[in-house]
């Protein structure tokens, strides 16, 4: 008997260091991923904050009308195409008489962006009066002016390695020492679409392009996937078809997102002759790949109601249908939502299938409708990340947490709605 007790014993301590060792194995593997997920996060934080600040310079623009050539007497139109640009370039050589080489010039007037002759336009059209006065304005700062001063390690590199040259160097010192450097935020990046300026490149095109794609996901992802659900679950007979339709379904749900895009390009683009690199195909796209989410996820939502609660419905009197419109469905609800949100946040994230439809294209203009040419945020990181501006890197990341921020609260929002109208049978 006491042979037979040390043997269980035996075998007992070597269960428990095994659990132990799988404990702390287990242990290890999740503070590694965490670790990792900071290293990450840490490295695209780092590499963002950058560019939600931007550097602004103060000039004098000598606003009379031989700068600006203007007629005595100037109307509208007149002053609409008058040389704001001449005006920029006198306000920096006025600022820098002794620039007097052709190439010193042209690096001097390049300190400044080509924002700044759109900026003092918008100040005269708005204000005629300024006309025949000097008058001082903040101004966008180029790119590289603006990624020299903000970066450390750039400023310990040799001139031969970077753009942004000593002698500019120089003129950016001067500038502060007059107090004509400033650091704003960046709002240019939330206000504006792409362009290949890196100062002036924003993501408000892209987010416009992400707002109308998902709504026409939405639009018909929801009542489709929903519907099927409901007919598969509470109304389809149990036969090889129906089961041949759940195992689609399910397969669905694993095809690479770029199938989807050539299914687009063959179907909606060539046959059907929808417009190339709208929201209304991208979100046609997107709605097919999100179908199998939403009706896996609706299905089990509807499978979790207790089936006492269609049965009492039924034993009141009520047919199939009100059954499960009016009980099911309202308590299967918030699983749906939570299932929909989820498959939105995954559509939100997705790049393959939009490249295959055209949504790489480089659109300026912000998109007003589904059938404007557009770009989405996933698109627009691929095509910033492919730019060789330094000052492109910094937006890139910074569209990286815009986009981070909103899958997190996507996802936030389904975990509220599960915590919030979830019950316990």
Request: charged share 20%; no cysteine.
């Amino acid at each position: 008997m006491s042979e037979t007790t040390e043997i269980v014993r035996a075998s007992l301590a070597k269960r428990y260091a095994r659990e132990r060792r799988f404990r702390l194995l287990g242990l290890a593997s999740v503070m590694a991923s965490a670790a990792f997920l900071v290293l990450l996060l840490g490295n695209i934080l780092t590499k963002a904050w950058p560019a939600f600040t931007t550097t602004y310079v103060k000039i004098d623009v000598p606003l009379t009308p031989e700068v600006l050539r203007l007629p005595d007497a100037p109307d509208s139109e007149a002053i609409a195409s008058a040389r704001y640009g001449r005006a920029v370039k006198q306000a920096m050589r006025d600022l820098f008489p002794d620039v007097s080489s052709r190439s010193e010039k042209r690096a001097l007037y390049q300190t400044v962006s080509a924002q700044a002759e759109f900026t003092v336009k918008d100040a005269v059209i708005a204000n005629p009066e300024l006309i025949g006065t000097t008058h001082s304005l903040w101004v966008l700062a180029d790119d590289d002016l603006d990624t020299y001063r903000k970066s450390k390690s750039l400023q310990a590199v040799p001139e031969e390695d970077r753009r942004f040259k000593d002698f500019q160097v120089t003129w950016l010192e001067e500038l502060s020492a007059q107090n004509r450097i400033k650091t704003s935020f960046n709002w240019v990046f939330f206000e504006r679409g792409d362009s290949r300026e890196p100062e002036l490149a924003g993501i408000r095109g892209a987010l416009a392009g992400s707002f109308y794609t998902l709504i026409v996901t939405l639009a018909l992802s929801f009542p489709i996937g929903v519907a099927a659900a409901i007919y598969l679950e509470s109304f389809a007979p149990r036969n090889r078809l129906t089961d041949l339709i759940e195992v689609n379904i399910n397969n669905l749900a694993a095809v690479p997102s770029i199938v989807f895009g050539l299914l687009g390009v063959a179907v909606f683009i060539n046959f059907l002759h929808l417009p190339r690199s709208a929201p209304l195909v991208g979100g046609v796209v997107l709605s097919l790949m999100t179908l199998p989410t939403i009706i896996i996820a609706s299905r089990a939502a509807i499978k979790s109601v207790p089936p006492s609660i269609a049965d009492a419905a039924l034993g009141l009197g009520a047919s199939r249908m009100q059954a499960v419109m009016h009980h099911v469905l309202p308590l299967a609800m918030p699983g749906i939502l939570t299932g929909t949100i989820i498959g939105m946040a995954q559509a939100l994230g997705e790049t393959a299938p939009l490249l295959m439809i055209g949504m790489v294209a480089f659109i300026v203009d912000v998109p007003t409708g589904i059938t404007d040419p557009a770009t989405v945020l996933p698109v627009q990181v691929y095509l910033w990340s492919d730019s060789p501006e330094r000052a492109f890197t910094e937006r890139t990341s910074a569209a990286i947490v815009v986009l981070l921020v909103f899958l997190i609260l996507m996802n936030a929002f389904a975990v509220y709605l599960r915590k919030r109208f979830e019950r316990s049978w």
